[in-house]
Nanobody
């Protein structure tokens, strides 16, 4: 049974930090590119960051460059998103996603974790 379980969301003040985690099970984690997406109320889901299988190549949305860092631990089947200098516009449900490095149709999603940035 495939599972992606996100955690680490919550309420934080502007300028604060959070670290999201996504633990994967039921598939061969090292063979999958991993991504974080987010969806704010009334908006479409958008890519926040992704990381290739071996972890050497990362990509970020312009809105989070310099503030967010994606990383992965293939030994723990876990991908992380370190979020610093948070802004109210970062408020959204954050989703973890996995895509097989060869078969793009082989993809999985987590249930999401809420991040709220507010004073």
């Amino acid at each position: 049974q495939v599972q992606l379980v996100e955690s680490g969301g919550g309420l934080v003040q502007p300028g604060g930090s959070l670290r999201l985690s996504c633990v994967a099970s039921g598939f061969t984690f090292p063979y999958y590119h991993m991504s974080w997406y987010r969806q704010a109320p009334g908006k479409e889901r958008e890519l926040v960051a992704n990381i290739r299988t071996a972890g050497g190549i990362t990509n970020y949305a312009d809105s989070v460059k310099g503030r967010f860092t994606i990383s992965r631990d293939n030994a723990k089947n876990t991908v992380y998103l370190q979020m610093n200098s948070l802004k109210p516009e970062d408020t959204a449900v954050y989703y973890c996603s996995a895509n097989h490095y060869l078969r793009s149709s082989d993809a999985y999603w987590g249930q999401g974790t809420q991040v709220t940035v507010s004073s």
